[in-house]
């Protein structure tokens, strides 16, 4: 018999496994599961043997008397199995059987992500990881520690300053971010940001880090149209002062989206701001 059918036998009965890691890994609201079967295959061993043992047991208690000498000639390519015919009902029970423990791995690994983000046992216990890093802090995870004050999902949006290398010295830019893609080795490949401005680092009176500089958030650069009551001369001339500074120092730049390539970024500050909290980290 063809070595390739004993393969195609390892396959199928590795499969559910992979497909319960793929349901474990994958967000379906963003991101794509991005690994290849054979990144996944010594991870998925383990959730092979907890789906694959318990749906044997069942199928051959109450449904089918699995003829398990037969399987075995056909999985170790033995020309004995050819005395042996196997029939067309046992073909469509095994490929029913392949379907239903497969879409049921799939839904396994979903109910299983859910169940560890609610808990938080991701942040415990490395082995079920899900997140990357870019991903626990740009999409805001790492607020759902339990030693974090506030949660991801009352996140509205994501503040960055960037600061980065150019010719005319380092540059920080400052923007919501949009989107972001992380390269399978877990490398920052590019980031996308909206209502972006620039401006030179050196030409920070304060010297200090970009997230340091209270301008350089949105909410404050509009201060002189805040509502004093009622205003007084020392406070509109604080106004006027701190948006002219705006003005000289940042160059807002034109467009919709603004991509800033990774290798480029030298670090990075993040703001979140919520609908009760704003945090930084």
């Not at 967000?27 to 749906?55: G, H, W, Y």
């Amino acid at each position: 018999m063809n070595f390739l059918f004993g393969a195609l036998l390892i396959f199928i009965l590795l499969l559910p496994g992979v497909l319960f890691r793929i349901g474990y890994l994958s967000d379906p609201n963003r991101k794509m599961f991005k690994s290849s079967f054979s990144e996944e295959l010594p991870f998925s061993l383990v959730p092979t043997l907890l789906i694959q043992i318990p749906a044997y047991l069942f199928v051959n208690s109450f449904l089918w008397n699995v003829n398990e000498n037969k399987f075995y000639l056909l999985f170790i390519n033995s020309d004995k199995v050819l005395l042996n015919n196997v029939n067309s009902i046992e073909i469509f029970c095994f490929f029913a059987y392949t379907v239903i423990v497969n879409v049921a791995a799939v839904y396994m690994g979903a109910a299983a992500r859910r169940f560890v983000l609610n808990r938080h046992l991701d942040f415990k216990y490395p082995i079920l990881k899900i997140h990357n890093a870019w991903e626990t802090y740009f999409e805001g995870f790492i607020l759902d520690r339990p030693d974090t004050p506030g949660t991801s999902k009352q996140i509205v949006h994501k503040w960055l300053d960037i600061l980065t290398d150019s010719r005319d010295g380092d540059i920080i830019y400052s923007g919501y971010l949009q989107d972001y893609v992380v390269t399978r080795d877990e490398k920052l490949d590019r980031l996308y940001l909206t209502a972006v401005r620039r401006r030179l680092f050196k030409n920070d009176p304060t010297g200090s880090n970009p997230g340091s500089d209270s301008l350089s958030s949105p909410e404050n650069e509009d201060l002189n149209n805040i509502n004093y009551d009622p205003p007084s001369a020392e406070l509109e001339t604080t106004a006027t002062e701190i948006d002219k500074e705006l003005n000289n120092r940042y160059y807002f730049m034109p467009g919709d989206y603004f991509m800033i390539p990774g290798a480029q970024i030298k670090n990075i500050n993040i703001t979140y701001f919520s609908e009760e909290v704003d945090t930084t980290v």
